[in-house]
């Protein structure tokens, strides 16, 4: 998920005039009392559904500000800008109310841009804010920024597109999750997801996302057991079978959150996959009932 906007605040450079010996040449020798005066500090506002070829910033300046046609390459779409209370004399801190409602709306207007949930594709949802001088001179905007990534696992880079996000996920697209291969580590815990074609062997598959309620990061392995549970009833409702005490012998899930930073800042959408830890498969699960996810008899 771009033309951006920043504070910009006007100013002027003193002009230096040196003037010789021979004398002033028809100059009154003040160089001030000929001049406009300044006008005020001016605030802008950036524009949505624009593209950036700069990379994301959490704090946006006039120096990041590369706007371009979202046709071409990028790194960067901004989907929707949002305003804070003109009141606020600050910027909202890291973990605020005032920044996860940002992040809220942001969350919900990017889903409208792309025709879904932005989490069901390689896609990263940001919030960008005024730099200080920009938040001086009045500007009480937040920037929505999606950018396409190269994956939704760890050591994620981001891609250089072309091309407009809107609509992007309204149907097939290659931004889209779907099958997976895994790749176990010792603990037989799944270690990483690797996307495949759904026609070729596999064991995994995403199957929606689940959001959180607000609570602290899940850091012991008790906090863990919501978003095991919440990610079975998303399985439930993709492959079609019931949400009951078999659905574990069915299948085993993998629970993907945002990292601990990103949930600091509201972000509460964990992506469930499905796992067959135990076979493979060469078709979507995806409405495939009972029929295609057995209870598992040992």
């Known amino acids: ?141 937040f920037r929505c920024d999606l950018t396409e990534l190269t994956t ?17 996920l309204k149907g097939p697209s290659g931004l889209r999750l779907g099958c997976q291969q895994t790749r176990v580590a010792a ?8 996307p495949v074609e759904c026609a070729r062997q596999h064991d995994a598959e995403f199957v929606g996302v689940w959001r959180a309620p607000d609570v602290p990061y899940p850091t012991r392995d008790s906090d863990w057991a919501p978003l095991y549970t919440g990610c079975r009833s998303a399985l439930s409702r993709y492959v079609g079978v019931p949400d009951d005490a078999d659905l574990r012998f069915r299948s085993g899930v993998v629970v993907r959150p945002p990292g601990a930073g990103r949930w600091k800042v509201g972000d509460r959408g964990v992506r469930c996959y499905l796992w067959l830890s135990n076979r493979t498969v060469t078709a979507s699960l995806k409405g495939a009932g009972p029929a295609g996810l057995p209870v598992r008899t040992k």
């Open 187 to 194: 603990g037989r815990s799944v270690q990483t997801l690797v």
């Open 1 to 141: 998920m771009r033309r951006a906007m920043t504070t910009v605040i006007v100013a002027a450079g003193a002009a230096l005039l040196l003037v010789g010996c021979a004398g002033s040449g028809g100059l009154d020798g003040d160089l001030t009392d000929d001049w406009a005066a300044l006008p005020p500090p001016s605030a802008f506002t950036p524009s949505a559904g624009v593209c950036q070829a700069a990379d994301f910033t959490e704090v946006v300046t006039l120096a990041s500000y590369e706007p371009v046609d979202c046709a071409g390459p990028h790194r960067l779409e901004t989907v929707h800008v949002g305003a804070f209370p003109v009141e606020r004399a600050s910027a909202p801190a890291s973990g605020s109310a005032e920044l996860r409602g940002a992040f809220a709306e942001c969350d919900t207007r990017a889903t409208g841009y792309v025709g879904d949930d932005w989490r069901a594709g390689r896609l990263r949802l940001s919030v960008a804010l005024p730099s200080g001088p920009g938040w001086g001179a009045g500007s009480r905007w």
């Open 152 to 168: 939704t696992e760890a050591g994620a880079t981001v891609v250089v597109r072309s091309g407009s996000l809107r609509d992007a």
